[in-house]
């Protein structure tokens, strides 16, 4: 939730690392307000992923470069 609305990115990282993803707020990847300071994102996991459990975490980055500290989201199992 970015409620100063001055969010620039929010990435998706495992084990410390980036990921990969970046959530969205445009109205689209999952995201279903455009600017509403909801980020989300969508992704299909590809046959052949191990089985397990995993934590993600996320980083946002704001306007000014700022990072925020690192955030648990979810765990998948």
């Known amino acids: 939730m970015d409620s ?15 990921a990969g993803f970046m959530l969205h707020d ?14 989300a994102f969508t992704v299909s996991v590809i046959p052949g992923v191990p089985a397990g459990e995993f934590l ?3 980083v946002a980055v ?8 690192t955030y648990p989201c979810a765990h998948i199992h």
């Open 4 to 18: 100063d609305n001055d969010v620039g990115s929010v990435g998706m990282y495992y084990m410390g690392s980036p």
């Open 26 to 39: 445009g109205g689209m990847s999952g995201d279903f307000v455009a600017g509403d300071g909801v980020w």
């Open 62 to 69: 704001d306007a000014m470069g700022n990072m925020s500290m």
């Open 56 to 58: 993600l975490e996320l």
